[in-house]
């Protein structure tokens, strides 16, 4: 079993909220209607929705099976050693890895990229913070390009800046044809596998309330020439009602076989889009949904109140979690899901109970993965290893799965 280098973190909730602004088009909006743009444009913000397929039912067992246990090895770890001289992470954002197993951290409050070996040693960091060639600044991601070089994510003005893997240096821009009846102008996370780049753009336009946005979920080739939209979503800010509702970003991977994998709203449920732009076998199962208690759904209120600056707005939020709180999908397609409950419920010794998905879509087994795990922690597959991110230490931690 081997995994893909493409399984970027998800952050599992985003809120959208609305705000009045003295100028919707101008340099004079309020800080706080920057923050809805920034929390509302990175995803397509879903509701409670399914989609349901086409092209004769779903895929999969009704029922979770025993889980298998596996026990990686821990290779190394990076961000939490106490060493004063040791590399201390602000934030670590989303993680990618280079053909020649370096990790690449991307660090969203430094801003910078630090680069390590595939013996977990420091090398170097890319890019700085600032306006010129080789500079950006709040990087939405990274990309490894069909060339191989290193491409940072910038949202605005659109672009992934492309730095050399050998050494760090910066190659150049390279933009993304827009579709033509369909102009973006922000750009978020971009995945690349083979020569097809997939990624997120946001279109935002002035409306009669305020602004409607529309975030696209699409296709271009390797030359950044657009192909195709599998999906979209739209959301109007209305600065004259001040509102506020939890909304769910949509998930999805890209297959060996460059399928898009896509998971909507709060269930279990995936859709399947080909390379053609045809729908593929849609799949899931049956899965009991994970109430909030109240304490947790009071939590979750305050800290939408206390980030998002919604003041005494009406805020609305699930009583329930996500089905799915995180997926991948491996080098031979198999497609890896850690459910709600399968973070909640794993012991205490084990990262996650995950289901593991053939590429046609059928449930084949589910593991104990056993390791250093927690409720925040974020996941990159790349091939037989595995990298945690413990969020709640600020650290990395490499593992080899062997035995699968």
């Not at 990274?142 to 992934?160: K, N, Y």
């Not at 209305?238 to 709060?266: C, S, T």
Request: include cysteine.
């Amino acid at each position: 079993m081997r995994f893909s280098g493409v399984a970027l973190l998800d952050f599992a909730r985003y809120i959208s909220y609305n705000r009045s602004a003295s100028n919707p088009t101008g340099s004079s909006m309020t800080s706080s209607f920057w923050l809805a743009i920034a929390i509302v444009t990175p995803f397509l913000a879903a509701e409670n929705r399914t989609t349901r397929p086409t092209n004769g039912g779903v895929v999969g067992r009704a029922k979770p099976l025993d889980p298998q246990v596996v026990r990686p090895k821990e290779l190394w770890r990076i961000g939490e050693d106490d060493d004063a001289e040791a590399l201390v992470f602000g934030a670590v954002g989303p993680l990618l890895v280079d053909r020649e197993r370096q990790l690449y951290v991307l660090d969203p409050q430094a801003q910078q990229v630090s680069v390590f070996s595939a013996q977990g040693e420091f090398v170097r960091t890319i890019g700085r913070i600032g306006e010129g060639p080789g500079e950006f600044r709040e990087p939405r991601g990274l990309v490894l390009m069909p060339d191989g070089s290193i491409g940072v994510v910038r949202e605005q003005p659109p672009a992934i800046l492309r730095f050399r893997a050998s050494d760090g240096s910066f190659i150049d821009n390279f933009y993304l044809t827009e579709d033509p009846s369909h102009p973006f102008q922000r750009l978020h996370r971009v995945v690349c596998r083979g020569r097809t780049l997939v990624a997120i753009v946001a279109d935002i336009r002035e409306s009669p309330a305020g602004v409607d946005i529309t975030a696209r979920l699409v296709r271009f080739d390797g030359t950044g020439n657009f192909v195709e939209q599998y999906d979209s979503s739209s959301n109007e800010i209305n600065f004259a009602k001040p509102a506020a509702r939890e909304r769910y970003d949509i998930m999805w991977q890209v297959g060996p076989d460059e399928r898009v994998v896509v998971n909507h709203g709060l269930d279990y449920y995936f859709d399947v889009y080909h390379l053609d732009g045809s729908r593929g076998a849609s799949f899931g199962r049956g899965y009991e949904p994970l109430p909030r208690t109240k304490a947790e759904i009071d939590s979750v209120k305050a800290f939408y109140r206390r980030v998002g600056n919604i003041g005494d707005a009406t805020l609305e939020v699930f009583d329930r979690v996500r089905d799915v709180a995180w997926f991948g999908i491996d080098d031979d397609g198999e497609t890896w899901v850690l459910s709600s409950r399968g973070r909640a419920n794993a012991p205490e010794d084990s990262i996650g109970l995950f289901d593991i998905y053939d590429s046609q879509g059928a449930l084949r087994r589910t593991i104990d993965l056993k390791g250093e795990g927690g409720p925040r922690d974020g996941y990159l597959l790349h091939g037989d290893r595995l990298y945690v991110v413990r969020r709640e230490t600020l650290s990395v931690i490499a593992y080899r799965v062997e035995g699968l």
